[in-house]
């Protein structure tokens, strides 16, 4: 088991910190969230509620157990933050994006602040992976250099200063340690030195990055990450033990700190199926790492306690889009958690994660809109042609989105997008796309729930 001292370290020497890699990005308020639905409505007209309920899809192979969620909501994080913990993980690393109001950057910041609140309430480590993708590159570089630090200067005053458990170095130094997915924008030394030395006058944070390619410019060495030559495909458990064990000789030849290795279970990735009508395949990835039937993460497991790893990324949580999801899902329930569970703990408990789960499902049934699943020749109009979901959800009433093709009843009436909720629950089993007796706990099940 993980928990388990190396055998070539020192007997006293501290366990690894075991972190779950965590995005912040899901949302279910817009009807085309990217995360949940990629481009799929313009090939099929449905709206990411409207295609969950009717397909039980989402824009990936996998589809979570509970269904689409918003990353900000506490009762959603509660539970992940739960079953993590049961599966004997020690805190969270997530993907941070910064906080200006690009694209869909404001709405990871918002699910990004919430997670950490909860994160650290419950007593559980966190730390951030910065993405410098996000600065903007039709800024001057000293505007760039100015996001960069206002980034920077928020991770400090509104995470540090307010959370406790933010990941540190276990070994002696007890500084901070944070990591960035790249770098990608700032390929410099330099840049990344001065902007930690300026913020934190003290206490300056260890600092690696993922880009085998781009070492030289973070402070102190990389992490290990599923990418080329791993990508694009394992069939083999040589595969990852050669690619794995690369890494590791890399990092104790560079004597990077902390070795923070990683422990994958599989990536199969919808980019492909997801992508925007018109994108030719050759600019779409179509990786698939196998899990090889848990022995690409136990050979992961086994390569980070010999390459005597500090700190174990388990990628990810809940990347939906490339595969790498380790939360439970319709199609394979709780068995990558359970996996996880039993190289750190040495036991597979799935009741207590199921128990945890129907919790969940029993406060949420009314959030679900169990409520607005009236008939539509039920449905009692609750607003105006044309309104919109945000005036609909204003007044409490449910909304509906149809594709233009349902638009009409059969009577030449148009059905209502904005209707009363039913005074009744209302739940109407999804057997016709989830085997509701073997997966009663499946959101789609609520008659079951």
């Given at each position: 088991?993980?928990?388990?001292?190396?055998?070539?370290?020192?007997?006293?020497?501290?366990?690894?910190?075991?972190?779950?890699?965590?995005?912040?990005?899901?949302?279910?308020?817009?009807?085309?969230?990217?995360h949940?639905?990629?481009?799929?409505?313009?090939?099929?007209?449905?709206?990411?509620?409207?295609?969950y309920?009717?397909?039980?899809?989402?824009?990936?192979?996998?589809?979570?157990?509970?269904?689409?969620?918003?990353?900000s909501?506490?009762?959603?994080?509660?539970?992940?933050?739960?079953?993590?913990?049961?599966?004997g993980?020690?805190?969270i690393?997530?993907?941070?994006?910064?906080?200006?109001?690009?694209?869909?950057?404001?709405?990871?910041?918002?699910?990004?602040?919430?997670?950490?609140?909860?994160?650290?309430?419950?007593?559980?480590?966190?730390?951030?992976?910065?993405?410098?993708?996000?600065?903007d590159k039709?800024?001057?570089?000293?505007?760039?250099?100015?996001?960069?630090?206002?980034?920077?200067l928020?991770?400090?005053?509104?995470?540090?200063?307010?959370f406790?458990?933010?990941?540190?170095?276990?070994?002696?130094?007890?500084?901070?340690?944070?990591?960035?997915?790249?770098?990608r924008?700032?390929?410099?030394?330099?840049?990344?030195?001065?902007?930690?030395?300026?913020?934190?006058l003290?206490?300056?944070?260890?600092?690696?990055?993922?880009?085998?390619?781009?070492?030289?410019?973070?402070?102190?060495?990389?992490?290990?990450?599923?990418?080329?030559?791993?990508?694009?495909?394992?069939?083999k458990?040589?595969?990852?033990?050669?690619?794995n064990?690369?890494?590791?000789?890399?990092?104790?030849t560079?004597?990077?700190?902390?070795?923070?290795?990683?422990?994958?279970?599989r990536?199969?990735?919808?980019?492909?199926?997801?992508?925007?009508?018109?994108?030719?395949?050759?600019?779409?990835w179509n990786?698939?790492?196998?899990?090889?039937?848990g022995?690409t993460?136990?050979?992961?497991?086994?390569?980070?306690?010999?390459?005597?790893?500090?700190?174990?990324q388990?990628?990810?949580?809940?990347?939906?889009?490339?595969?790498?999801?380790?939360?439970?899902?319709?199609?394979?329930?709780?068995?990558?958690?359970?996996?996880?569970?039993?190289?750190?703990?040495?036991?597979?408990?799935?009741?207590?994660?199921?128990?945890?789960?129907?919790?969940?499902?029993?406060?949420?049934?009314?959030?679900?809109?169990h409520?607005?699943?009236?008939?539509?020749?039920?449905?009692?109009?609750?607003?105006?042609?044309?309104?919109?979901?945000?005036?609909?959800?204003?007044?409490?009433?449910?909304?509906r989105?149809?594709?233009a093709?349902?638009?009409?009843?059969?009577?030449?009436?148009?059905?209502?997008m904005?209707?009363?909720?039913?005074?009744k629950?209302?739940?109407?089993?999804?057997?016709?796309?989830?085997?509701?007796?073997?997966?009663?706990?499946?959101?789609?099940?609520?008659?079951?729930?």
């Amino acid at each position: 088991m993980l928990s388990e001292v190396p055998s070539n370290s020192p007997s006293d020497a501290p366990r690894a910190s075991v972190m779950m890699h965590v995005m912040p990005w899901f949302s279910t308020e817009k009807d085309e969230d990217y995360h949940w639905a990629m481009y799929l409505a313009k090939k099929d007209d449905l709206y990411l509620m409207d295609r969950y309920k009717r397909n039980g899809t989402i824009a990936s192979y996998y589809t979570p157990l509970i269904g689409p969620y918003d990353s900000s909501d506490p009762v959603t994080i509660r539970l992940q933050l739960d079953l993590m913990k049961q599966a004997g993980v020690d805190g969270i690393i997530l993907n941070w994006y910064g906080i200006t109001d690009r694209l869909d950057y404001l709405t990871n910041k918002i699910g990004s602040d919430a997670i950490i609140k909860e994160v650290s309430a419950a007593g559980m480590s966190w730390t951030i992976c910065y993405e410098d993708s996000t600065i903007d590159k039709k800024k001057t570089a000293e505007a760039q250099n100015d996001q960069l630090r206002d980034d920077w200067l928020y991770i400090r005053d509104e995470y540090i200063k307010k959370f406790p458990g933010v990941l540190r170095d276990k070994n002696g130094s007890g500084r901070p340690i944070f990591y960035v997915f790249g770098p990608r924008q700032f390929k410099s030394l330099t840049v990344w030195t001065t902007m930690l030395s300026s913020i934190f006058l003290t206490d300056r944070p260890i600092l690696q990055g993922v880009n085998p390619a781009n070492k030289e410019f973070m402070p102190d060495g990389i992490f290990l990450w599923p990418g080329p030559p791993l990508l694009p495909n394992v069939t083999k458990r040589e595969q990852v033990t050669s690619y794995n064990n690369n890494f590791y000789e890399t990092a104790a030849t560079n004597a990077w700190f902390p070795v923070t290795g990683g422990v994958y279970t599989r990536f199969r990735d919808y980019y492909s199926e997801g992508k925007k009508p018109g994108r030719v395949d050759e600019d779409t990835w179509n990786n698939n790492v196998q899990d090889l039937g848990g022995e690409t993460l136990d050979e992961c497991m086994v390569n980070a306690k010999i390459g005597n790893a500090d700190v174990i990324q388990i990628i990810t949580w809940n990347d939906w889009q490339e595969g790498t999801s380790f939360e439970p899902s319709y199609e394979e329930g709780f068995t990558q958690l359970l996996r996880l569970q039993e190289n750190l703990l040495g036991r597979r408990d799935e009741g207590a994660m199921l128990d945890a789960v129907k919790r969940y499902n029993k406060d949420k049934a009314q959030d679900w809109g169990h409520y607005c699943d009236n008939d539509d020749k039920e449905a009692r109009d609750c607003g105006y042609p044309g309104s919109n979901k945000k005036e609909c959800d204003a007044k409490g009433c449910c909304w509906r989105q149809y594709e233009a093709k349902l638009l009409s009843n059969g009577d030449g009436n148009k059905l209502p997008m904005c209707f009363h909720r039913s005074e009744k629950f209302v739940c109407n089993c999804a057997n016709d796309i989830r085997d509701c007796e073997a997966k009663p706990q499946d959101r789609l099940c609520c008659c079951k729930h």
